[in-house]
């Protein structure tokens, strides 16, 4: 199979679909690899890198799209990507389409095949390639949350840690899942008080027994929601309802009665945010404010640290990568019912129901989509 590697065009997002390691994995299967020249400039991979494992390069997105019969990337198409999709390429990526009307019809339009990260599941219950992203999103939720709480940025002038003889800031997680647990993780090392909300008995339960008397885990009903958000200083939403949009938790009105100067963290907003009040938002201008809340919304927060994310990403993808091109892609989803659930969109019709339902579109089941 011929791969291609565009460049990412997103703002600031210097994530590459493929390492070289993962290049040179391929060749040695008997795959073919064309690369965007400067596609893993931003995280130190040169042309010269990818050549020397076997890729070759080519001068813009135009010609790598093409070519391909698999095109590999990170963030989902922007418009000008889509544009260049053709029918019956595959596309492996993120791409959170639930919120998303314009990409879907783009991609039902294109008549390509679709495959989202995110989605794709394991038989543990769990997401195996957004974890990874989620476990930097997490961690960095704190790191973006302490600094909207500084002084420069608008927010009360807070230390997360607080110092001896003054209280540290509170801290409350909205959802406990993969983001969750690792934001309870690095607001515990900075010294804050954690409350984590979940709507899982189970979900809970593990946070007690990983985090013991440092976080508080509550069951997250209405009531218990208002009355920690609006004491917390900083609030980090986390939750998902796999590949359908992000629930809005968090109203207007809750934001209007919370502390002036605290701060939200909107991990969620790839799947279209989880307070009422949330905008995506670029690393150029990640924040702004609404009655007085620092709101940081940032969709694509692991293109902050690209080298870590792009392997742990890639670390995650490439077994899938290898199948897809090794089989086919019909064979590779028919073989793994996980995979299968990350087809969004097939030659199109859209066969996650979430995303057509969210969306309104005919549900199709992608078993029965590829058989067609
Ligand atoms: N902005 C960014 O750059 C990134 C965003 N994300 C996003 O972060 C979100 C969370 O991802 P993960 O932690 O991996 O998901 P996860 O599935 O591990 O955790 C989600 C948690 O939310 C909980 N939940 C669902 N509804 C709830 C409700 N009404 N109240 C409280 N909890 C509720 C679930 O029980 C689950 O424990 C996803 O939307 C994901 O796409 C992930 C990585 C990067
Ligand atoms: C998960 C995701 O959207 C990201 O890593 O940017
Ligand atoms: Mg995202």
Do not use: W
């Not at 994995?25 to 991979?45: D, K, M, P, W, Y």
């Not at 095949?113 to 794709?120: G, L, M, S």
Request: glycine share 10%; hydrophobic share 45%.
């Amino acid at each position: 199979m011929l791969i291609g590697v565009p460049k990412e065009i997103k703002n600031h997002e210097y994530r590459v679909g493929m390492v070289p390691g993962s290049v040179r994995e391929l060749i040695s299967h008997g795959h073919q690899v064309i690369v965007e020249t400067n596609a893993g400039i931003g995280i130190g991979f040169s042309d010269e890198d990818y050549q020397a494992v076997g890729a070759e390069i080519r001068n813009t997105a135009e010609d790598v799209f093409a070519e391909a019969d698999m095109i590999v990337k990170v963030k989902e198409p922007l418009a000008e990507e889509r544009a260049k999709l053709r029918e019956d390429q595959i596309l492996f990526t993120y791409l959170h389409l639930a919120p998303d009307l314009p990409q879907t019809q783009d991609l039902i339009k294109s008549k390509a095949v679709c495959i989202a990260y995110e989605t794709v599941t394991s038989n543990n219950g769990s997401l195996p390639l957004l974890a990874p992203m989620s476990e930097v999103a997490g961690r960095m939720s704190i790191q973006a949350g302490a600094q909207c709480l500084e002084k420069s940025r608008h927010g009360r002038g807070m230390l997360l840690g607080g110092v001896p003889g003054v209280a540290p800031a509170k801290v409350v997680i909205i959802g406990g899942g993969v983001v969750g647990s690792n934001a309870a993780q690095m607001a515990i090392g900075m010294g804050a008080q954690v409350v984590i909300l979940d709507r899982s008995i189970d979900v809970l339960r593990r946070l007690d027994a990983q985090f013991g008397a440092q976080v508080q885990t509550v069951f997250s009903s209405k009531d218990a929601l208002e009355q920690h958000v609006l004491s917390a200083d900083l609030v980090i939403g986390g939750v998902l309802i796999p590949g359908a949009a992000a629930p809005k938790l968090v109203t207007a009105d809750m934001i209007k009665n919370m502390k002036p100067g605290s701060a939200v963290v909107d991990v969620a907003i790839d799947q279209g945010g989880c307070f009422e009040t949330s905008k995506a938002t670029t690393h150029a201008e990640p924040t702004y404010l609404v009655d007085e809340v620092v709101h940081y919304c940032v969709a694509n927060m692991p293109g902050a640290v690209p080298r870590t994310s792009t392997f742990a990403l890639n670390n995650a993808t490439l077994p899938f990568i290898i199948s897809i091109a090794n089989k086919g892609y019909k064979a590779a989803l028919i073989s793994d019912k996980h995979l299968m659930n990350g087809l969004n969109v097939h030659k199109g019709v859209v066969t996650n129901q979430s995303v057509a339902e969210n969306l309104g579109f005919e549900f199709v089941n992608p078993a029965d989509a590829i058989e067609a």
